[in-house]
């Protein structure tokens, strides 16, 4: 399968990970979530001090630092639920630029392990290396049709799923229990409800945007 065809039908099997089959994928994308603000938190100068990524689908991530500037809240911030869609839409950029996708896949693997010299919890410890696992499999161990395939799928689920984590920040917000959202409008004197709509167009510009690439420039 090629062209088009290729980019529509993994696009349907990622929307099937993404939604109906939620409950069990979740973790990937708390994974990214937690990835963002580690990775973006860091480059502007926080040491992460842990991250945990729970059963039911949450996560977390502690930094040593109590005191952070406005640019480390908000790069912080902002990287967690718009984590998985940066990556997602840095994955479509380099796809369709003709980085392969086995190096794709490589530099998923290298954030992956970043990431879990940082996880400080049991279930951390299992999520993190089973989805480094499958992408090491399809990366090291897969012909050139199946890892071209699977990237699709995974940056197309990246994409969805950034999007698909809305409705539970707005039920979090709406429930009080939300500290991303709130420690961005204390940081910047905006309203929590800003930084949920700002998460939701975020996520689905990023989604169509991506889309777009991986629709008309078919490999």
């Known amino acids: 399968m090629e062209g088009p065809g290729l980019a529509w039908t993994t ?6 990970a993404a939604v109906p089959l939620w409950r069990i994928t979740t973790h990937a994308i708390t994974i990214a979530h ?3 603000h580690a990775m973006f938190g860091s480059l502007t100068g926080l040491v992460v001090k842990k991250v945990r990524v729970d059963r039911g689908g949450a996560g977390a991530t502690v930094y040593r630092q109590e005191k952070w500037s406005v640019l480390q809240t908000l790069a912080a ?5 718009l984590g998985p869609s940066i990556f997602g839409l840095a994955g479509a950029w380099m796809l369709v630029r003709g980085i392969s996708p086995r190096s794709i896949l490589l530099m998923t693997l290298v954030l992956l392990a970043l990431l879990l010299v940082m996880v400080r919890n049991i279930f951390g410890f299992i999520a993190v290396p089973a989805t480094g696992a499958l992408v ?3 990366a090291m161990r897969a012909g050139a049709d199946v890892q071209l395939v699977f990237t699709y799928i995974w940056i197309w689920f990246l ?3 950034g999007t698909r984590q809305i409705p539970e920040l707005y039920g979090n917000w709406k429930n009080g ?7 961005l409008a204390k940081a910047t004197g905006l309203s929590d409800a800003f930084f949920v709509a700002l998460f939701w167009l975020g996520s689905m510009a ?4 991506g889309g777009v690439m991986l629709l008309t420039n078919p490999l």
């Open 159 to 161: 994409l969805m799923g």
């Open 136 to 138: 090491w499999t399809v």
């Open 11 to 16: 696009a349907i099997v990622a929307f099937i």
């Open 177 to 183: 229990g939300e500290p991303d959202t709130g420690s």
């Open 34 to 36: 937690e990835g963002g």
């Open 206 to 209: 990023a989604l169509v945007y």
């Open 77 to 81: 911030g902002l990287a967690g639920y």
